[in-house]
């Protein structure tokens, strides 16, 4: 069956260095999605892309986060220069289309120290 | 905005037990309402997705309903077994973003033997 897959599943930085995130979304998908969730809180939503451009972002995705897709498979997530506060768990996701079901990945939980 | 609710926060029950885990929603302009399961420090496993237009969908001993106008979801867990235990979370879109889900706090449900 098909799935998202995020690498790495963990990941130990200092802060002020800069981390890339790595997904593979389904491979028929169109839409791909990043969402963090601190520890204890909820499933909060990054940003969204769709045809090669961000097609929305909350107020956490600052200037500091910018996401691309180098070519036909991943998508990946940089954050410029990290904090601690950036400690989170980050998923992937990806759907078909924006109104069908989304697919998450297993995450890959970023320590800031 | 849309606020997502889940009650109750936590629920432990016995073994064979039926169980309803309730979601609310703020804004009832949705496309879709989507049950995720999160097994602890791990990805959302989606159990399933109604679409606006549907009132019910159902996945083995899992029968979820949607009522749009109130704003209410629940999930239906039949015969549960001490391998449910996990914590259940519920997403909405929301019509005027394209496919960026809102998160509850979720259930988190123990099944004991």
């Known amino acids: 069956e098909p799935e998202v897959t995020q690498t790495p599943s963990h990941q130990v930085t200092q802060m002020g260095q800069e981390v890339i995130l790595r997904c593979v979304p389904i491979s028929n998908h169109l839409y791909f999605y990043w969402y963090r969730q601190i520890l204890g809180q909820k499933v909060e939503f990054l940003v969204s892309?769709?045809?090669?451009?961000?097609?929305?972002k909350s107020e956490i995705f600052d200037d500091q986060f910018s996401v691309e897709r180098p070519d036909g498979s991943n998508f990946t997530l940089k954050i410029r220069s990290t904090k601690l506060e950036d400690s989170a768990m980050y998923f992937c996701?990806?759907?078909?289309?924006?109104?069908?079901?989304?697919?998450f990945g297993q995450g890959t939980r970023l320590t800031v120290v | 905005k849309q606020e997502v609710t889940q009650i109750p926060a936590a629920l432990s029950v016995p073994e064979g037990e039926n169980l309803v885990l309730n979601c609310s929603f703020t804004?009832?302009?949705?496309?879709?309402l989507q049950w995720f399961r999160q097994d602890p420090g791990k990805g959302l496993t989606s159990l399933l997705l109604?679409?606006?237009?549907?009132r019910e969908q159902t996945s083995g001993r899992l029968n979820a309903s949607l009522d749009k106008s109130s704003g209410r979801s629940t999930l239906y867990i039949a015969a549960s077994q001490p391998g449910d235990s996990a914590t259940y979370l519920c997403a909405v879109d929301r019509g005027s973003t394209l496919g960026r889900l809102y998160f509850g706090r979720g259930t988190q449900l123990t099944v004991w033997p």
């Open positions: 804004d009832s302009a949705i496309y879709n």
């Open positions: 892309f769709y045809n090669n451009e961000i097609s929305e």
């Open positions: 996701a990806s759907s078909r289309d924006y109104d069908t079901e989304a697919f």
């Open positions: 109604i679409q606006s237009s549907q």
